[in-house]
Every structure is written in C-alpha cells, then in structure tokens.
C-alpha cells in the first residue's frame, strides 16, 4: 500500500480537486483507493464525491467510535471508497498526540492499494506530521505569488518538523537548542547547516537525519494556469526547493484554469467525472503518470 498526501501550505489552490482526481484516477486503473478527508478544518470532499450527507465522518473515529474501514463509502466510482472528514466544528482543533498515533496506525490497516490523504491548508503539526508520513508527497500550487510564497513556508516549516522528530530520536533536543541559540559562532545559518553540524557530532543523527530527508521528495502540481508562460512559475518553485532547501523536487504536471468547473457543483455526480471537465480528466492523467514514473526511477529528479 502507498499513503499518498494531497498539501502545499494555502488554502484555495486545488488540493482537494488534485486528491479526488488522482484517486479516482487511480481507481479507473483498477486499483483499491481510499480517499481519506484529513482537512480538519475544512472538509468538502464528500462534496466532491458526490456525496450530500455522509452518515458519519472522520470525527467518530478521533471518538473512538468507529473504525476507518467502517467510515469508508463507496462512492459512484467503483474501487474508490471515502472517509468522510470531520465536519463537527466543535471538533476542528486537530489531533492529540494518541489520537494521531492511532490515526496513522489505522491507516496502514485500511484494505487499499492506496491511500490519498486531502490535507487542510496551512503548517500545524498534524497537516506537517500527515504529510512527512506519506510515501507519496504531492504539493499543490498556482501561479500566484501568495502561493507560491506560502508553498516555501510549508517546506521550511516541513523541515523543521523533521528536524523536530530526529532529534527526539537521537535525543540531541538541548544540544542542538543550545547549538542553534548560539549559532553565529558556529557559522550556521539554515536547518540544513544546523544538520550539517549535527551531523558531524552524532552518527545516529546522521543516519536518521538522512533516512527521514531522502524521504521528503516532493511532487509538485501547478493549479490554475491561465497561459502556457505560466509554467514557469511551476519550474521556478521547484528550482528554488532545491536550491535552498536541498529537497528533491519535480514538477509533476500542471492543470489548466476551467471557468466552468465550479458551477459542475452540487448537481448529485463526482465533479471529474463530468464531461465539462475533459482538460482537466487529461491534464490529472498527466500528473498521475509523471509521479508514478518519477516513483519508477527511485526518487524525484534533484
């Protein structure tokens, strides 16, 4: 089973639309996918589905409730399934610790080829932590500047997170603390510097440090693009990651804007399924195969 996650940093740039095509995508290849709504401030993706009233959601589950296979629908598209997200609002505030263990746990139990998960926007933990689990990384963009900027702020914050979660494993919190107050003196400037550093100090930092940052390649997917130069912007956001981050990068593919797409809403069918969207149905197919060629080589092209 592959987990794939759907994120990028802001809201309103596609990143529910790119899940629900790439799953439906994948299930029209025959493969078992359960779309998982892991937006927990704001779920729609039952809308997306099709589906008005799901009779029970993400949050029976963070209860402890119910179970996420029981969760799972069927949705009109066959092999696709959906568990609905938390649309309780006294419930939006995430996960605790347990809760998230729990949830990342019940997710390798799920019967499905894959997995896809369509994260909220922004850089809490629980999005950050969702993403860095996946075995599929796919940031959602658009051309415009906000967004861009806002993507550069999810990958810094992703590689804090990371950071985070080594050093509690090879217990060097308060060193590198200490090392990052004082850092001046130590020439360091960026996390990757600070890495770079620790490295040198602790060979099991070094090795998990490495292990978990080989695992950060990114598909990237450039929404709304309205003109062919347009593109660009995608290539240079993937430029700029590499560059200053030092994570693998690939542009995966790009959708093209559809002035009628939004108004396929609310009429009782999966919104890619319909024939309004033809550009897009070709345009997700392109990404779909980018990534799993990209997957095919071992890893995203640095």
């Not at 922004?122 to 900027?149: C, H, M, N, R």
């Amino acid at each position: 089973m592959l987990i794939w996650a759907v994120g990028g940093g802001k809201g309103g740039t596609g990143k529910s639309l790119v899940s629900n095509g790439l799953a439906i995508r994948l299930a029209e290849r025959s493969r078992r996918v359960v779309l998982v709504d892991a937006d927990f401030g704001g779920a729609n993706q039952h809308t997306y589905c099709g589906l008005r009233n799901p009779p029970a959601n993400l949050g029976r589950f963070l209860d402890g409730k119910a179970t996420l296979e029981e969760l799972a629908l069927d949705t009109r598209v066959p092999g696709l399934q959906l568990v609905p997200g938390n649309l309780n609002s006294a419930n939006t505030d995430g996960m605790n610790s347990a809760q998230k263990q729990k949830f990342f746990r019940h997710l390798r139990r799920l019967e499905a080829d894959h997995v896809i998960l369509d994260l909220g926007a922004g850089t809490q933990y629980d999005t950050l932590d969702a993403f860095l689990l996946a075995d599929v990384k796919v940031a959602v963009i658009t051309p415009e500047p906000l967004s861009i900027e806002n993507f550069y702020l999810f990958v810094k914050n992703l590689q804090f997170r990371l950071l985070s979660g080594v050093l509690t494993e090879a217990r060097l919190r308060d060193p590198a603390r200490a090392i990052w107050k004082d850092r001046a003196a130590h020439g360091i400037v960026t996390v990757q510097d600070l890495a770079r550093h620790l490295s040198g100090l602790s060979e099991t930092f070094k090795e998990a440090y490495g292990r978990e940052h080989a695992r950060l390649a990114l598909h990237l997917v450039l929404n709304e693009v309205r003109e062919f130069r347009q593109v660009d912007k995608g290539r240079a956001a993937r430029s700029a990651v590499v560059k200053f981050f030092q994570v693998p990068t690939e542009l995966a593919g790009f959708i093209h804007h559809d002035k009628d797409l939004w108004n396929q809403f609310g009429q009782g069918s999966t919104l890619v399924l319909k024939g309004a969207s033809f550009a897009l149905r070709n345009d997700l197919e392109s990404i779909l195969d980018g990534i799993l060629k990209t997957r095919a080589r071992g890893e995203a092209t640095p």
